[in-house]
């Protein structure tokens, strides 16, 4: 199971941490990824990152937070974090941590993960 906290109410710039816990050290043979879901809108992928490799862990941002948002996992701890800078309105969801037993590349849709935590709110205000 995953369990993701952190989320809150921001101002516009600023900045937040999410975090992701999971329950069984499984989770370290998982690519994990974070999401999130809008009001209105599907839910979209937003990072994703890689079992430890040859090279490490390997992200994967999606475009509209690449530079701003940074994504790592400790696999000691079992947890995963999304590091969010210079926050904007639109980022405004519900983030969801997920985990995924894909580990050739890093899927980028919610049907390529098995297993979701429960979502935190992210607000961000103007």
């Known amino acids: 199971q995953l369990q993701a906290s952190g989320g809150g109410l921001v101002q516009a710039g600023g900045s937040l941490r999410l975090s992701c816990t999971a329950s069984?050290?499984?989770?370290?043979?998982?690519?994990l990824g974070w999401f999130r879901q809008a009001p209105g809108k599907e839910r979209e992928f937003v990072a994703g990152?890689?079992?430890?490799?040859?090279?490490?862990?390997?992200?994967y941002y999606s475009d509209s937070v690449k530079g701003r948002f940074t994504i790592s996992r400790d696999n000691a701890k079992s947890e995963m974090y999304l590091e969010m800078n210079s926050l904007k309105p639109e980022d405004t969801a519900i983030y969801y941590c997920?985990?995924?037993?894909?580990?050739?590349?890093?899927?980028?849709?919610?049907?390529?993960?098995?297993?979701w935590g429960q979502g935190t709110q992210v607000t961000v205000s103007s």
């Open positions: 069984e050290r499984t989770f370290n043979d998982y690519t």
């Open positions: 997920a985990a995924s037993a894909t580990t050739t590349f890093i899927p980028v849709h919610r049907t390529g993960y098995d297993y």
């Open positions: 990152i890689t079992q430890w490799g040859l090279r490490g862990f390997n992200p």
